[in-house]
């Protein structure tokens, strides 16, 4: 199961296409505008979430609510087209007022996107480097996480830190949704919450932007999805990647990550031991990875987020017309989009966990992939015993 997407931030809409998907699998496409909403939600959020109210129109794949096995076509709109039409025209001649985007934005796409393309204007690089692709990334992974809700897995994401505010989370790495959704930054931790909206007034008011940290957990996963024979196909790798191709995204860690760097084996290790007539961990410091694939145990991917590079108080840059020192261009942004970087990332994780699933048990329809997993289950209890 895959995707790929195509559309601007202002062109007339963003669409995404997912291949791989069983026959026979439910689509709601209520809890595929209801993560949509969630992406543009947040504390901090700018004034383009007040133009847009974002929701799927599936065009292709899905019959009577259920998906036939052919790719699935989605398309999330942009209301704002409406005021961009003229300057974003697929054909015809640019209006004569058509500004030019000649001032580069540290931090963004910008400037190496000029370079790399030979064009003279900002904007056809800035327009689908945008974040706001993002959303087409969200409703297509939606379709992934009715796949795995199907398998019993659920995937949720929620905000760890926000500048130099962090939650207080005593190794606790699982949180209900409610815990989560009811706090404006996305954070379970209700003090951590208050402090950090206090962070992102403080930015706001300085013309500064803010960056942060969030955990995607999933849980209900069987061991084994994944592989340990080839590098970049081992579900490290491609979570890895799936997570850093969001915009912004600098670091990405498993279970203890960087901190397993100064502790000795012992403390970093998870021991194996019989629960239930299963095979479990006594810890799960490794966030649910062990040699490129799933232990059973919950998945625990943490990610970084720099501050958004578009500010109030622009930094200096070159104009690519007359080369000489300018203010960086001002393009409607943020303060702090780290809730909503948390749910694409949770939409990236999901895909990336729902292919390994239709790798290992098939992806023709879902009733065979089913009892192809619960085969595998009852192998594993056989094991066990």
Known sequence: MH????????GPQLTAIVSGVPAGLPINIANIDSDL?????????????????DTAEVTSGVRFGVATGAPIALTVRNRDWENWQAHMAPFGDAPANAPREVTPRPGHADLVGVLRTNTDDCR?????????????????????????AAVGVEVTSYVTSIGSVRMHDADQTVYEPVEIEFSPVRCPDSQATELMCQEIDAAKEAGESLGGTFRVVATGLVPGL????????????????AVFSIPAIKGVQFGLGFEAAGRVG?????????????????????????????????????????PIPTLMNPLDTVNLDTLECEEASRERSDVCAVPAAAVVAEGEVAMVLANAYTQAFGCTC???????????QDRLATMAR
């Open 3 to 10: 995707y790929i997407t195509a559309g601007e931030s202002h």
């Open 37 to 53: 909403r969630r992406r543009q939600s947040g504390y901090g959020r700018g004034g383009r979430q007040a133009i847009e109210t």
């Open 124 to 148: 056809n690089i800035l327009e689908r480097a945008s974040a706001r692709e993002t959303a087409a990334r969200v409703a297509a992974c939606g379709i992934a996480k009715e796949f795995l």
């Open 226 to 241: 994944g592989t340990y024979t080839s590098g970049p196909d081992r579900l490290t790798s491609l979570l890895g990647s």
């Open 266 to 306: 012992s403390q970093v290790h998870d021991g194996i031991k019989l629960e239930g007539g299963a095979f479990t961990r006594t810890s799960n410091n490794a966030g649910g990875l062990e040699g490129g694939m799933t232990t059973g145990m919950p998945l625990v991917v943490e990610a970084a987020m720099k």
């Open 366 to 376: 879902l009733a065979d992939l089913k009892a192809n997993l619960e085969h595998f």
